[in-house]
């Protein structure tokens, strides 16, 4: 039953009620949810309304733990860990890595996301093949000279993660058609280009989110979501291991973990 207004300023949620003693997500107890369904399973069913399969829980796990960290290098890395070597508290040095999520670092999901979409509009509507559409994408963005995100990777050759994220979408019966997308534009793309250039983890992500229907507007959260604990564990270590107000250089640093 509908809720009557109070006031003029009265608006609406779909997302969670909260009641004396009872908590709802989506319309689900949120108790029970915490007996039948992992973390990411419920950022899924947050962001589409829907109770997802194991199967998609499984992929979504393996995303989020594909992007967990990669070293000392990334920019957003090493803006938290500066933040924290002012003396900022974790908040604000986690937020300071956050902040360098963007365009160049980390904003690739959605960008991959939105051309997959756009071959698929343009397999559609002209009654192209995978392969033709793809085709017809990668002559376009090479035409105007702009970079076809998702693919290539500064420091891997071929990136392990796309590859183990590929295998476990397919185990999972979750890759589908922008799977089959993005990987008809790493052949396109590799047959014109002189520089071998592979499906990066952030492709692969992209690919498999257009599978599981996420909206390409929240592509990239994935990303943050997946990068806060690795920035959580920097920021401690920054805190914990080193002087504060030291020089980081970006580079120069050896790995001395197990």
């Not at 990669?70 to 090493?78: F, I, N, Y």
């Not at 500066?82 to 937020?95: V, Y």
């Not at 401690?236 to 020089?247: L, V, W």
Request: hydrophobic share 40%; proline share 5%.
């Amino acid at each position: 039953m509908e809720k009557k207004a109070t006031s003029e300023l009265h608006w609406t949620t779909a997302i969670t009620d909260i009641q004396p003693g009872s908590i709802r997500l989506r319309g689900h107890d949120i108790t029970e949810l915490m007996d039948d369904l992992t973390f990411s399973q419920t950022i899924y069913l947050l962001l589409t309304g829907e109770m997802p399969s194991q199967q998609v829980g499984q992929v979504l796990d393996a995303i989020l733990v594909s992007s967990i960290d990669h070293g000392a290098t990334p920019p957003s890395t090493l803006a938290a860990r500066t933040a924290a070597s002012t003396g900022a508290p974790i908040n604000a040095a986690l937020s300071a890595g956050l902040l360098s999520i963007n365009q160049h670092h980390g904003g690739a999901i959605e960008a991959c996301m939105r051309v997959i979409l756009e071959a698929q509009h343009l397999a559609e509507t002209e009654s192209l093949t995978a392969e033709d559409a793809a085709n017809q994408l990668v002559a376009a963005y090479k035409a105007e000279k702009k970079r076809l995100p998702g693919f290539g990777h500064r420091v891997h050759a071929t990136d392990p993660r796309a590859v183990r994220l590929f295998a476990i979408a397919d185990e999972a019966g979750i890759a589908g058609e922008g799977v089959g997308m993005v990987r008809a534009l790493e052949t396109a793309l590799n047959a014109s280009s002189s520089k071998h250039l592979p499906i990066n983890v952030d492709g692969a992500i992209a690919a498999l989110l257009v599978d599981l229907g996420i909206p390409a507007e929240l592509g990239n959260t994935f990303f943050m979501m997946a990068r806060v604990p690795g920035l959580v564990s920097h920021i401690y270590e920054e805190k914990t291991h080193q002087r504060p107000m030291r020089k980081i250089h970006p580079t120069d640093h050896s790995y001395d973990g197990p």
